[in-house]
């Protein structure tokens, strides 16, 4: 079945029902070390994994560790531009479970990217990447504490999809002609416009079923959460790209709104039903003024549209949801991207979940974790239905490769995510408590040690996880 790995000689493999793990008590579980500072992190994280377990589970619990390869790694066991062999992707379908480090994309040419590749072949259309503070953690923000936000990043379309065209190559210029001479003039709202003869072009697929089910998926961890934090914002530049961040919008507060009605409360629908609890008497075209500022000036059909919005509100949702019981429903509000940037700065603990497409996920993930401590702090999980795998919001970081220097942390906190999907709550309590204890004794590497007052001698990445590791016992 494999040509050059083999499966450990003991443990069992996880299988999925209905979308969530089965775990056994000794389940396989592949990993990929990865480029760059994998050979450091990895290591780390295994350590702090097997520790966690080992104790919160009296040895009755194991994890059985199948090194799968993919990368510069693969390449040398398996041949030049064998980057993500077969046996990697027979054993991850396998075994339904994985974690891995980073692995590096060339910028421009060359192959591309492999962690997306795996995104693309499990359909693991959620990446899911939490940003909260750690006490003790440095951080260029005042008041980083205040942030707790889980991106909800679409992991499979959007430019990702990787269908693009090289400035001068003959489909490129095929495709320019065709768009410029039959397709854009064709279209009266694109006007004179032209593509420059001598652009690259990319696609931009933002589809309503892909939308959907990460928006789904959101929605569901919502519910999950305490009642003051149940909020999803959909987040698109929804008024530069109508027809994809736009539609991504939409389709998220159709989902909402179709298949989560009993549970959730549009911001608009709020300022509605708000506005008539506090004056029961109030017009149907009040209520619609107070709540677009620029009604007055709308022209008769719009101002009927969003009276028509007013009424239906309140006809269809005012006895389930009026009298404040909205209050108690998920908050579905959206944010146009580049104000949601300001927006976790300036308001953090206005936000909680930020549903976005696959770019607009990837920038704001590195953002969010600059924020909480920087990207030695960023864990994600990209989940689908019947796979997941696990992995940093960072790269391979290739300066600080071999060091033994980088901050093992965002792997570690990666791993804690794994254990949580695998309903292993207790081992993840175990690395959570103990990695913020040790961040409050200031027992941290060169990235936190750097930004701590008074300065901090930095641990090496290993010492890192045996201060972990050392909590365990406290
Ligand atoms: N999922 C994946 O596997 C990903 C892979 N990549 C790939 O990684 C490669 C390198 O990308 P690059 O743009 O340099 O971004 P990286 O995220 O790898 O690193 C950028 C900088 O972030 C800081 N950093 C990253 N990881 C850590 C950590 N664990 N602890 C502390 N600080 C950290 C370091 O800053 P400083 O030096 O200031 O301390 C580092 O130099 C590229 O090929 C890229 O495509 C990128 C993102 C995700
Ligand atoms: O695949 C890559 O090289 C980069 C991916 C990335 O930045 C991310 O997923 O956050
Ligand atoms: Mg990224």
């Keep these: 079945m494999y040509e050059k790995i083999t499966p450990p000689p003991t443990g069992e493999k996880i299988t999925f029902q209905n979308g969530e793990p089965i775990v056994p008590d000794n389940p396989i579980v592949p990993f990929i070390r990865g480029d760059g500072t994998g050979i450091d992190i990895w290591p780390a994280t295994e350590k702090v994994l097997d520790a966690a377990v080992a104790r919160a589970y009296n040895e009755k619990r194991k994890i059985s560790w199948f090194k799968v390869y993919a990368g510069d790694e693969a390449c040398d066991l398996y041949g030049t531009y064998q980057y993500l062999p077969q046996d990697t992707l027979t054993a991850i379908k396998e075994y339904g479970i994985a974690i891995k480090g980073p692995l590096t994309t060339p910028v421009g040419g060359g192959i591309r990217s492999l962690n997306v590749a795996l995104r693309q072949i499990f359909d693991l259309y959620a990446c899911v990447r939490p940003c909260r503070y750690y006490a003790g953690t440095p951080s260029p923000h005042k008041s980083p504490d205040k942030l707790d936000v889980i991106v909800y990043r679409e992991n499979t379309e959007d430019i990702y999809l990787g269908i693009e065209w090289k400035q001068g190559s003959e489909i490129g210029e095929r495709l320019i002609s065709i768009l410029n001479k039959d397709l854009i003039p064709a279209t009266p709202e694109h006007g ?60 998220g507060y159709e989902l909402a709104t179709q298949e989560f009605r009993a549970e959730c409360v549009t911001e608009r629908e709020s300022w509605i039903l708000g506005n008539k609890e506090k004056n029961p008497q109030i017009s149907l075209e009040e209520n619609a003024r107070m709540i677009d500022p620029g009604f007055d000036n709308l022209t008769p059909e719009k101002k009927a549209q969003i009276v028509k919005e007013v009424e239906t509100v309140i006809n269809s949702i005012w006895s389930t949801h009026g009298d404040g019981q909205w209050k108690d429903k998920v908050m579905v509000n959206d944010r146009i991207a580049d104000s949601i940037f300001q927006q976790i700065q300036t308001r953090p603990d206005e936000y909680s979940i930020l549903a976005t497409m696959n770019l607009n996920g990837d920038y704001l993930s590195d953002a969010a974790a600059a924020i909480v401590g920087g990207l030695g702090m960023g864990p994600g999980a990209n989940i689908g239905d019947s796979c997941a795998i696990f992995e940093a919001t960072h790269g391979t970081a290739p300066k600080h490769a071999g060091l033994d220097k980088i901050n093992p942390g965002s792997v570690i906190l990666s791993g804690v995510m794994m254990l949580e999907y695998m309903g292993w709550q207790e081992a993840a309590d175990l690395i959570k408590r103990g990695l913020g204890a040790s961040i409050a004794d200031g027992k941290v590497t060169y990235d936190l040690a750097r930004l701590m007052e008074p300065p901090v001698e930095p641990l090496k990445c290993s010492e890192f996880a045996d201060a972990i590791i050392q909590q365990f016992n406290c």
């Design 192 to 251: 004179k416009k032209q593509i420059p003869l001598d652009a690259g072009i990319g696609i931009k697929p933002i589809s309503r079923s892909g939308s959907q089910r990460l928006v789904r998926r959101a929605l569901k961890h919502a519910l999950q959460l305490p009642k003051e934090k149940q909020q999803v914002t959909l987040v698109h530049k929804g008024n530069i790209m109508k027809y994809t961040e736009g539609a991504f919008r939409d389709w």
